[in-house]
Each structure stands twice: as C-alpha cells, then as structure tokens.
C-alpha cells in the first residue's frame, strides 16, 4: 500500500506537472492566436479603406474616362477650326517673315541714306566753310577793289589836273613857237645882210604820250625833276648810253629860280 501510494503521488505529480505545462503552453497559443487575430483584423480594416479607396479611385477613373471622352469629343469638333488657323497661322508666319525681310532692307537702305547724308552734311560744311572763305575773299578784292577805284579817282583827278596844265603848256609851246619863228626870222635877216652867225642846233621833240621824266643824272634811280609834256622841243647837247643832256627851252618867272651850274639829264620814258 505504501509503494503504491508513493507510486500514485508520483503519477499524479507528473500529470499535475503536464497539466501545468499544457496549460502554460495552451496559454502561449492562445495569446499567439490573439494577437494574430488582431493583426488580421487590422489587415481586414486596410483591405477594407484599400477597397473602398479602389472604389474611389474606379469612380474617378469612370468620370475621367468621361471627361477625356468629352474632352476627345470637344477637340475632335474644334480641330478641323485648329487646322484652319494653323493653316492662317502659317500664313501669318510667311507674311510676317516677309515683313521682316522688307524691314531688313528698309534698314540697309536707311543705314545707305543716313551715310549719304552724314556725307552730305560734311559736304556741306566743307561748302559752308569754302563759301566763308570766298566771301571773305570776296571783302578783301572789294576792300582791294575800293582802294584802287579810290586811287583810279585820284589819277583821274591827277590826270585832269596834268590835262590842264598840259593845256597851259602847249599855250606856252605855241607862244614859244611865236617866238621862234620870229627868231628864225630874224636869223634869216641877219644871214641875208652878211651877219655872222652860229650855225643852228637842231631842236627834238618830245613824243612820249605821257611827256618824260627829266632826272638828275642819267639813271632810272636818279631824283625826278619834273616831266616835260608830249610835244615840247628840247635842245640836245650830249649823250651818255640811253640818256640825252638836254636844255629845255621855255619861259619861268624870274623869281621862283635861282643860280645853278649842275647841267640837268633827261631820258624818254
């Protein structure tokens, strides 16, 4: 009896042990089987917000099929206005490429005439400073011009004077051609009642049509004298060169000379 109660304690240890162990490990599968329910529930809970996200998305995807399908629709009417006005604007392309190749050339024809005309006014302001310089070119011949009219009036004036006293003097050469006539007379009435004379000296006369200069000895430097008009007759008396001494016949009042030895030269002028 004793063994067997020793025997059965045993047993009933060793079942009372695996009990335990199979309820410890029971309870392990139990809390495994939890949390994997839990785990699928919450992929249930993601499958189901999947689905009705897919729901969605078809729904939208249904009404941008629609929309594309109106959008098709709409563009397939407005192409063929599309393909006009892509045909206009090909057009407008050309014309306006057209136009601006006519502006290029507008442009080198303007740069043409703007360097024409930058050549043009230096032309003109080198005719502008030209045209300067001749007028007062101009000024100084008439201020040149003015002189000599000026001077022209005073020999006019000179020569009305000269003309006057060349008057006076042919007066005097006629009077003095009275006089030698007379003289010759008388030279003539001596020689017929035997008178000795000297013989007589042949006389010039001055032909230069402006008179001549009679000078102090016989050179074109020497000091002028006085100018003996056309037609006064002179007596020669020597030569040197070009020039002839001369005396000069004629009358002067007594009280405008004086004294003199130098003899006097006169050339033709």
Excluded at 53 to 63: D, G, H, I, T, V
Excluded at 79 to 97: C, F, M, R, T, V
Excluded at 213 to 238: C, F, H, Q, W, Y
């Amino acid at each position: 009896m004793g063994k067997l109660s020793g025997g059965y304690f045993w047993v009933m240890t060793v079942l009372l042990v695996g009990l335990v162990i199979l309820a410890f490990v029971a309870g392990q599968r139990e809390d495994e089987k939890l949390a994997a329910l839990s785990e699928v529930s919450a992929k249930q809970q993601e499958i189901e917000q999947l689905q009705a996200r897919l729901a969605e998305l078809a729904k939208s995807s249904s009404n941008f099929d629609s929309l594309l399908s109106e959008k098709n629709t709409v563009i397939n009417e407005i192409k063929p206005e599309l393909d006009l006005q892509a045909g206009k604007n090909a057009e407008y392309e050309k014309k306006i490429q057209q136009y601006d190749d006519q502006i290029a050339a507008y442009n080198t024809q303007l740069q043409t005439i703007e360097a024409k005309y930058q050549d043009v006014i230096q032309s003109n302001q080198q005719l502008s400073q030209q045209f300067v310089a001749s007028e007062q070119a101009l000024n100084a011949e008439r201020a040149k011009l003015s002189t000599a009219i000026q001077a022209y009036s005073q020999i006019e004036h000179t020569n009305q004077k000269l003309t006057e006293q060349l008057a006076d003097k042919n007066k005097e050469i006629e009077a003095l051609f009275v006089e030698l006539s007379h003289a010759m007379d008388q030279i003539k009435h001596n020689q017929a009642g035997g008178v000795a004379v000297s013989p007589v000296v042949e006389m010039l006369m001055v032909s230069g049509k402006f008179g001549v200069n009679l000078r102090v000895e016989a050179s074109s430097e020497s000091k002028k004298l006085l100018t003996i008009p056309k037609g006064v007759k002179i007596e020669p008396l020597d030569s040197v060169g070009n020039w002839l001494k001369v005396r000069v016949e004629g009358y002067v009042f007594n009280k405008l000379v004086a004294a003199a030895t130098e003899e006097r030269m006169i050339t033709v002028e």
